[in-house]
């Protein structure tokens, strides 16, 4: 369903917030999973095994803080914990990722 499609009525409501929830952590992980992997690459000699954690919590904290506002303008908690949980295991993947070939 896409949000363009989404009527609003009494029923669908939910179902269209959930959808622009999931739209939403969509486009931010890939934007993060872009600039980590692409830019990590490119600057691993200059970057050391520190810098790289740093930069992810950095990362990390900017997707939350993202995910809170977006929480607080258009979605509910329940949506909101989803999209939470997807984002940590996103981040705890590239961190795993990052320790691994550091």
Sequence with gaps: MRIAECKFSVGETQTCEIEFQR???VF????LHTL???GLREFNILIGESMRKIIAIIALLVLFTVAAMADTL???????????????RTAFSFLK?????G
């Excluded at 258009?74 to 940590?88: D, E, N, P, Q, T």
């Design 74 to 88: 258009y979605l509910k908690m329940a949506a909101f914990s989803r999209g939470i949980s997807s984002a940590m």
């Design 36 to 38: 980590l992997s692409t």
């Design 23 to 25: 739209q939403i952590f």
């Design 97 to 101: 990722s990052t320790t691994a070939t």
């Design 28 to 31: 931010y992980r890939k934007i």
